[in-house]
């Protein structure tokens, strides 16, 4: 089964273009499943704001206290996975939620319980019912909620559950949907990136904030055994005609030039 893994950022799932959803469509009649994983930092802040609680990060990760932890999971599972279903099957896609915990799909364990709290990494994925839903037809939509073996609920960053769950699978490729074109190098979208350009960019500051887990986890995935994981915009159309628009990361630029 050929599959595509698409991380839907928070920062875009409500800016998502026609062009979006079609290229969603070009690539079924192409041959490939697609499964979702979304994020929703703005969801979850919006909520935490309303609620008069301040949201804190450690390292990019928000601090996920008890009381957190339960609106990031009504907001998570209760608003943005709804709006991403409900759009995706707006636009004739049969997208079905899930949540991480069901079924114990994404496994996960507690990162730094005194930092950041309920706040887990992907131990294991169990991608029974995910492979199920492929096998159907339909676009799973993951939302980025682990679970550990004592039963105990964990936020998860939506890039790292994309890259652990496109491990797992064994997609073709791993995109990450967000509001940029892409990777901006001194201004400009670059096309084609390898892993050690992306480290020195890291530690040059021209890739920061919510672009470091992203390529973070792009590498992970190419690590894995995955050619190539992408960085492109929801706003346009992102593929047609075997045509890719965003930027490449592969784990060596020069086999590509
Ligand atoms: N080199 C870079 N190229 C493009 N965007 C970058 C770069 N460095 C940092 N960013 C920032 O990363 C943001 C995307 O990350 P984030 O807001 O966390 O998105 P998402 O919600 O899609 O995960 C961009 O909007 C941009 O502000
Ligand atoms: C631990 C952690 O930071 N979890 C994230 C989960 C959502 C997410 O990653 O959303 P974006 O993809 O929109 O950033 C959070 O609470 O914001």
Redesign the pocket.
């Known amino acids: 089964m050929k599959t595509i893994l698409i991380?839907?950022?928070?920062?875009?799932i409500d800016q998502l273009s026609e062009g979006f959803f079609s290229s969603i469509k070009k690539l079924q009649h192409d041959g490939f499943h697609i499964i979702f994983v979304h994020?929703g930092?703005?969801d979850i802040n919006e909520m935490l704001d309303l609620l008069s609680v301040k949201a804190e990060f450690h390292n990019g990760l928000r601090k996920t206290t008890e009381e957190a932890l339960a609106v990031v999971e009504m907001v998570l599972s209760g608003k943005t996975n709804r709006k991403l279903v409900d759009l995706l099957r707006k636009n004739d896609l049969y997208a079905v939620g899930i949540n991480g915990t069901d079924d114990n799909c994404l496994q996960a364990s507690m990162i730094d319980e005194e930092n950041l709290g309920y706040v887990g990494n992907v131990e294991e994925v169990n991608n029974k019912l995910i492979i199920r839903l492929l096998e159907e037809g339909y676009i799973p939509v993951l939302t980025p909620l682990g679970i550990t073996e004592d039963g105990i609920k964990l936020n998860i960053n939506?890039?790292y559950a994309a890259s652990a769950v496109a491990k797992s699978l064994k997609v073709e490729q791993c995109l990450?949907?967000?509001?940029?074109?892409?990777?901006?190098?001194d201004g400009e979208?670059a096309s084609l990136i390898g892993k050690e350009e992306v480290l020195q960019?890291i530690e040059e500051g021209?890739?920061?904030?919510?672009?470091?887990?992203?390529v973070t986890s792009a590498l992970a995935a190419i690590d894995s055994g995955l050619n190539s994981a992408m960085?492109v915009s929801?706003k346009k159309e992102f593929y047609s005609a075997e045509i890719w628009n965003g930027t490449k990361i592969v784990a060596n630029e020069r086999l590509y030039k």
């Open positions: 991380k839907c950022g928070g920062s875009v994020g930092g703005p939506a890039d990450f949907i967000t509001d940029v074109d892409g990777i901006m190098i979208v960019y021209q890739i920061t904030g919510g672009m470091v887990p992203k960085i929801g």
